[in-house]
């Protein structure tokens, strides 16, 4: 290797080193299927021995999960900001929350979301699963769904689904560039107001308004 091709390590503190690698592993697990990806490349991408890679994130699979967790990281149902705005209004909130946090992450988003980098190993499916329903929850309280119970696992079911077309409509977005941020959000909004006009169907549910 050349001095011109070969990496220029840097010396950062371990959690901006840390942070490094698994921003240069997303890039490249988002880019490329998972048995084309290579530590040696994620390593020299962010500027780091290998060895440096294997001590933070241990093999391949490993870091590949660290990445999963990192794309899929929802915040707390807990975290939650204070409901406002009648129920359209914060149907567009959720849906813009949505698509925030997936076009900001882009293509890695995109991979991970479809379980396209791994297949159907069961770890990342259930790390997949775990984020739908923290999603689902976090949709559910800006929406102001009160039921409990078994309407409420309903519409925790109802909103993992809506989470494929939400899916669906970012690789429209963001791979095929086929319709406009804005647009996709419109559609959303739209189909979102249908699943809480039929959960608000249900005997002893309300949604706040």
């Known amino acids: 290797m050349s001095s011109s091709t070969a990496p220029r390590f840097r010396r950062l503190a371990p959690d901006r080193r840390e942070s490094q690698i698994l921003a240069s592993a997303a890039r490249h697990f988002g880019e490329k299927p998972y048995s084309a990806v290579s530590i040696a490349e994620i390593a020299a991408d962010a500027g780091v021995v290998r060895s440096l890679v294997n001590h933070y994130f241990g093999n391949k699979r490993d870091l590949y999960l660290a990445v999963v967790r990192s794309m899929m990281f929802m915040p707390s149902v807990d ?42 190993d069961p770890e ?13 929850d976090f949709v559910l309280g800006i929406v102001g769904f009160n039921g409990e119970g078994r309407e409420r696992e309903s519409a925790r079911a109802a909103i993992r689904a809506f989470g494929g077309l939400v899916r669906a409509m970012a690789r429209e977005v963001i791979d095929r560039e086929t319709i406009s941020s804005s ?7 739209r189909s ?13 549910v309300s949604v706040e308004t």
Not at 124 to 136: G, K, P, S, T
Not at 192 to 204: F, G, K, R, W
Request: hydrophobic fraction near 50%; avoid cysteine; proline fraction near 3%.
């Open 124 to 136: 990342v499916q259930a790390l997949l699963d775990e984020a739908d329903d923290v999603a689902a």
């Open 79 to 120: 975290s939650q900001p204070p409901i406002e705005g009648d129920v359209g209004e914060r149907i567009a909130a959720a849906v813009d929350w949505l698509m925030t946090v997936v076009e900001e992450k882009g293509q890695a988003w995109l991979r991970v979301a479809t379980a396209g980098g791994f297949g159907s």
């Open 192 to 204: 979102l107001a249908e699943i809480v006009a039929v959960l608000e169907m249900a005997d002893d």
């Open 183 to 189: 647009r996709a959000r419109q559609f959303l909004s």
